[in-house]
């Protein structure tokens, strides 16, 4: 069995096949799926398809790029309030975004800085999202001392000596779609070198659809085919990359 710890089955691009899209999952041996919840639209979304599916679980947080939208005291009180909630299980997707360019970095850094304070108070673990930004998530993390808080560096694509910082502060490292590409030198290497007890899988779908259906939807079956691949790069069964990512989820998130 298998677990997905980052999708997106709310997402518009789902709404002519959701249904088929879970039982396909389900089928193809995925037990249990994190829907992440990310601004004021995509929260409600999600906690609604977490209290309608047993084995999907929600993370409520603020993405980066929707920093600007955020009314702070008003949205971290909701999502606080979500927190309390059974089958939330953490905080995000935070973090910070220098690729798209719709948050000034000062604004990011103030909600980022926010969130991570907030999973402190209500002990979640909070779910990263990092792109073209690497030094400076890692420079908050250790600022807001986020090993108390731990998580998830979610769809990782830095360098071994970012994800060896990021393992330093207690967090996991999670893998999707571009791992399984044939020119990702990068994350397979660096996946080689993570601990087999603190690695994740994850598809992030509908993006990042792993290879052979790179640039087309990407959905939570695909899973396997990350699966596949780190047991390649680990050298090890796939049966036991589904076991120990799975057992890690479980422990990371305190799913049942």
């Not at 999708?7 to 994190?34: C, M, N, W, Y």
């Not at 087999?196 to 290879?211: F, K, N, Q």
């Not at 899973?223 to 120990?244: D, G, T, Y």
């Amino acid at each position: 069995m298998l677990i997905d710890t980052h999708a997106h089955l709310d997402s518009p691009k789902f709404d002519s096949d959701r249904e088929d899209v879970i039982d396909r999952a389900q089928a193809s041996g995925v037990d249990t799926i994190v829907n992440i919840g990310f601004n004021r639209e995509t929260i409600p979304t999600t906690m609604a398809l977490a209290e309608k599916y047993p084995f999907i679980y929600a993370a409520v947080g603020w993405h980066p790029t929707d920093a600007v939208d955020m009314k702070m005291e008003e949205d971290l009180a909701w999502i606080e309030e979500l927190c309390s909630h059974p089958k939330v299980v953490a905080i995000g997707e935070i973090g910070l975004d220098y690729y798209w360019d719709t948050a000034p970095k000062e604004v990011q850094h103030a909600v980022f800085r926010e969130q991570i304070r907030l999973a402190r108070k209500v002990r979640k673990p909070i779910v990263i999202h990092n792109r073209d930004a690497h030094e400076d998530v890692v420079r908050l993390l250790r600022e807001e001392d986020a090993r108390d808080v731990g998580g998830i560096m979610h769809c990782f694509s830095g360098s071994w000596e970012t994800a060896k910082m990021c393992l330093d502060m207690g967090f996991y490292i999670s893998f999707g779609g571009p791992v399984t590409f044939k020119n990702a030198r990068v994350p397979k290497e660096v996946l080689s070198r993570v601990p087999d007890d603190r690695l994740l899988l994850e598809t992030d779908c509908p993006y990042l659809a792993p290879h052979p259906h790179r640039g087309k939807r990407n959905e939570s079956a695909y899973v396997n085919l990350v699966a596949e691949s780190a047991a390649e790069i680990k050298n090890i069964s796939v049966e036991e990359i589904c076991e120990l990512t799975s057992r890690n989820a479980r422990r990371c998130l305190s799913l049942r």
